[in-house]
T-cell receptor
Framework: EAGVTQFPSHSVIEKGQTVTLRCDPISGHDNLYWYRRVMGKEIKFLLHFVKESKQDESGMPNNRFLAERTGGTYSTLKVQPAELEDSGVYFC????????????FGPGTRLLVL | EDKVVQSPLSLVVHEGDTVTLNCSYEVTNFRSLLWYKQEKKAPTFLFMLTSSGIEKKSGRLSSILDKKELSSILNITATQTGDSAIYLCAVEKGTGNQFYFGTGTSLTVIP
């Protein structure tokens, strides 16, 4: 069974440009989460989809970030325009049910904004 | 194929017990191993281990890395109900800086 995949693995862009990250969850997982690791080792919650609906987007930093999950399958996270402080590793995770069930994490997309 | 395996998958203990969680990895070009505690939203960072044999401690939690055995353990002594969570292990590769997460150990501490 394929795990959570993310694309691209790396992205280097200039400040002001747009970047779109993609996450393909494990097939059949209704729950999809986006996280960000910025400085240090802490991972910050961004948002949580249940199927195509945003269940919780309280962690989205500002309106430059737009997440979508059309059709309830893969999800995209667009940053427009990108700022220097957006650099970091963006993780996606999925699970069958929400709550304390194990979330399966993808390998992350490393974003560097210059 | 790079992978991280955690055991056990779940654990139920009584308050006051000591638990040991295991993480083994097969990851080429190892850079570091990280432990996280996940309760509600984002995982909370616990430890980062890069050197073999050096124990890191934080209160009742401690962790050590064994690069020869390609594994790490997370110990929790005198467990409390607040320790109930999923404990995640992740390994960071040096090349590409990719992360490989285990599926976690679900710990439940009952009074």
């Amino acid at each position: 069974e394929a795990g959570v995949t993310q694309f691209p693995s790396h992205s280097v862009i200039e400040k002001g440009q747009t970047v779109t990250l993609r996450c393909d969850p494990i097939s059949g997982h209704d729950n999809l989460y986006w996280y960000r690791r910025v400085m240090g080792k802490e991972i910050k919650f961004l948002l949580h989809f249940v199927k195509e609906s945003k269940q919780d987007e309280s962690g989205m930093p500002n309106n430059r970030f737009l997440a979508e999950r059309t059709g309830g399958t893969y999800s995209t996270l667009k940053v427009q325009p990108a700022e220097l402080e957006d650099s970091g590793v963006y993780f996606c995770a999925s699970s069958q049910v929400s709550g304390r069930e194990t979330q399966y994490f993808g390998p992350g997309t490393r974003l560097l904004v210059l | 194929e790079d992978k991280v395996v955690q055991s056990p998958l779940s654990l139920v203990v009584h308050e006051g017990d000591t638990v040991t969680l295991n993480c083994s990895y097969e990851v080429t070009n190892f850079r570091s191993l990280l432990w996280y505690k996940q309760e509600k939203k984002a995982p909370t960072f616990l430890f980062m281990l890069t050197s073999s044999g050096i124990e890191k401690k934080s209160g009742r939690l401690s962790s050590i890395l064994d690069k020869k055995e390609l594994s790490s353990i997370l110990n929790i002594t005198a467990t409390q109900t607040g320790d109930s969570a999923i404990y995640l292990c992740a390994v960071e590769k040096g090349t590409g800086n990719q992360f490989y997460f285990g599926t976690g150990t679900s710990l439940t501490v009952i009074p």
